[in-house]
């Protein structure tokens, strides 16, 4: 099958158009790869222009009147879908916490190679989209197919790759079909900015941000494991002990302080400690906070749970008493009884990183 | 013998005197705790207003015209010395680089207690004083003594000490007599200042500070090994598997990258990546940076030593290409072969952390 989406890409989008951006920190021009701000992490939701942006190629330009969906492979029937066909395949919306695998790599020693994220490639987004099952029904995917195949419109060659090829990333099929697995074409109840993949992209709740394709062109349904560059050759975890390489998927737990600023300084006197915590492997049941170094870690207040597949608020009473530099460190647990570490678990390419990461801020006199 | 030294102490030092001092970010205001900025350390010798200040207690203050040093132990001849007579005993000027221990603790995971010192609890003096060896000299270390022990002025109760005590710290008799360990009254060609020891500091060259007791009141040379609290307690490599707690002595192979600045914006184009390096075991002998993360390590220009006991600056020249968000790391190695580990070495309390540390900047597009 061929994707009839219209390819255009341009060489490079302008930083310009994000730099007064507020809540975005910007990592690369061309392609414009941003961070959030960890100010911008503080809503429930990340607001559009905070959210963060990874993207490896040139950023396509595609005519969402002209779009149109291939699904191909094994399936029983194939299909070329414009974006009113989707719509009509029933709609859902989500709120999903996603985050870049590559994010926090700065933390790992020795430095992989990798573009140098810090702590803020991580954002909220509610998407509202066409439930992937529906569209997988709707074509009827054969027996033996044991992966979804899908392809972004972006493509190029990457440093060490094979040539030019597009980015493309496949699931199982049973993550393919789970609930919440959405092809989205509205962010926070908007079409879909280009940045972020439009007219359509992929959801996919729970793992890296990686498996969200973006400007999704093709859906293959395939009877052997994919094997392309992006799922056997990075968004992997090769370590250089000679094991065999895993392939980065599910979101590790992980917990990021947002209040007080790092580095920046508060006035003696009460304080809540607030920040956001998640995992791809279950709820969050503890976070628990450190007020300077050493052991005395306290638990933290949890609040609601907005979404199911999203991040979790929390909070933490404290008195800032002594002057000077402080450090804080915030530690999640999950319910199937994961914690983050304190070593950071390095691997060649430096994905999910969860480490514990103490911050400082000053408390004045 | 009983120290002479007037042992008034105020309870706390004012932080406002120092706040607008250029080049020092402070870290606690009482006792005034700061570390160097990183651009101030750009100097062969950092300015005196820029050193890095480090007190455990209360900062004495002491009257020079009145002060004494007590040597005393097992000397044949114990003394008390004005610093007249100090000085009537020779002098020597060295410039030496002195490092606190706990400097970069907070690269160390998970993060042990202790004051959070960034990367800047390093500078470099000249100073100005009395060999040790003369003074010993003309006490007389009688036979059987194994070490020189050092008390200050300053005292108080360490929060899991045994009561109020001296800063106390020993040194092996041999380091004792080594050729530039100084009572030092001055610094950077001025009076010592008071947050730098004043009246007179001892200066151990190659050692982590610690050891450069300041306020320097008496001496005492013993015939057993001293077990204070600073000796035994504090100031050692603590590990978690139980072996024995090694002392924290000699300064590790480290480097420091001061330009460009971390966090900094820099044209795209020729820039020069300059920094210092510097190790007690020796001089060094080879220094790498890496230009973004992955292993390609270039050497860099070593530029000539100026003093033995000294930092070395080190340059490398580099074409700043692509924009965005970059990182660079440097590496030293030294004459006795020790090189820069990528991982920092844990320890209880957060001593001697020499491991590689990656800043970012940005090239501008």
């Known amino acids: 099958m061929t994707a009839t989406a219209t390819r255009a890409t341009h060489a490079s989008t302008q930083a310009a158009d994000h730099a007064d951006q507020a809540g975005l920190v910007p990592l690369k021009p061309a392609p414009f790869n941003a961070e959030s701000s960890v100010a911008a992490l503080e809503p429930d939701v990340t607001p559009t222009p905070s959210f963060y942006v990874r993207s490896n190629f040139a950023v396509p330009s595609l005519d969402a009147a002209a779009f149109r969906l291939g699904i191909g492979g094994a399936v029983r029937q194939a299909l070329e879908l414009t974006l009113d066909e989707l719509r009509a395949l029933g709609s859902q919306t989500i709120t999903t916490v996603m985050e870049c695998a590559g994010n926090n790599r700065l933390q790992l020693a020795p430095l992989p190679s990798g573009e140098p994220w810090h702590v803020g490639a991580i954002s909220a987004g509610t998407w509202t989209g066409t439930p992937l099952r529906a569209v997988l029904d709707r074509a009827g995917v054969q027996d033996g197919v044991v992966e979804i195949l899908f392809e972004g ?24 079909l789970a609930e919440g697995t959405l092809l989205a074409y509205e962010m926070n109840g908007e079409p879909l900015p280009r940045d972020h993949g439009a007219p359509l992209r992929l959801v996919v709740p729970s793992w890296y941000g990686m498996a969200s394709v973006k400007w999704l062109n093709r859906i293959h349904a395939i009877t052997e494991p994919f094997t392309g560059y992006y799922q056997r050759n990075r968004y992997i975890y090769e370590l250089s002990d000679g094991s065999q390489a895993q392939p980065v998927t599910t979101m590790r737990v992980k917990s990021i302080i947002i209040s007080p600023d790092e580095g920046g300084t508060v006035p003696p006197g009460p304080l809540t400690v607030r920040g956001k915590a998640w995992s791809g ?35 933490l009473d404290w008195t800032a008493d002594a002057a000077g530099r402080r450090a804080l460190r915030s530690r999640a647990t999950d319910s199937a009884g994961n914690v983050q570490p304190d070593d950071p678990r390095w691997n060649k390419y430096g994905y999910g990183n969860n480490a514990v990461r103490p911050i400082t801020f000053n408390v004045s006199a």
Chains 1, 2 share one sequence.
């Open 153 to 176: 419109a972006d493509h190029g060659k990457p440093k060490d790759g094979p040539g030019d090829i597009p980015f493309a990333r496949s699931l199982p099929l049973d993550k393919a």
């Open 281 to 315: 492997h279950g709820e969050i049941v503890r976070v628990e906070v450190a007020v300077d170094g050493g052991d005395d870690w306290r638990e933290a207040r949890l609040l609601p749970q907005t979404s199911a597949t999203s991040w979790r608020a929390w909070e």
